[in-house]
């Protein structure tokens, strides 16, 4: 897991490929005029990634909301305008339960366990590898509130 602000983005350059071309989206990009939806096709991608564009349910119970990580996505998450999260991170391996949905690259659980929380605000980004579990605690936020999140395919490895 990687949490860091917008500032610093050049520092994650050469992890892999894919994770090179949302990176450069953040740093290039005023993403913040985009409308809600799913943009598989943003400019300069060529790397099979995904943009959404979320305006989150503001929540309040975490229990509410299961945790999951993503076997083959890594998840590059960024409030863009207008309010903040809170996101809970465990390592997968500490949380059991999971169940996984092969179609859809997701896994679930209710378990309880410890976390450490992540305070995303405009100009912070996370960035969740398969091993890291991850949840939204608990979000505020004005009317325009946007949120960009990347699915960024794993590179494979030789």
Known sequence: MIIDTLDNLGFYFGMSKEL?????????YNLTWLETGVYPDFPGWGSNSVL?????EIVEDPEIIPWEYHENFIDV????????????????????GWVYDVEKDVAYTRDKGNYLPIKLEEGVF??????DAHRKIQSSGSEGYHKVVFKVPVSKRK
């Open 126 to 131: 996370a960035i969740f590898f398969p091993q």
């Open 52 to 56: 959404r564009i979320f305006e989150p």
């Open 20 to 28: 090179d071309y949302a990176i450069s989206v953040l740093k290039h």
């Open 77 to 96: 998450q960024c409030v863009l305008k207008g309010g903040e999260e809170l996101i809970g991170y465990a390592p997968r391996n500490k949380l059991s």
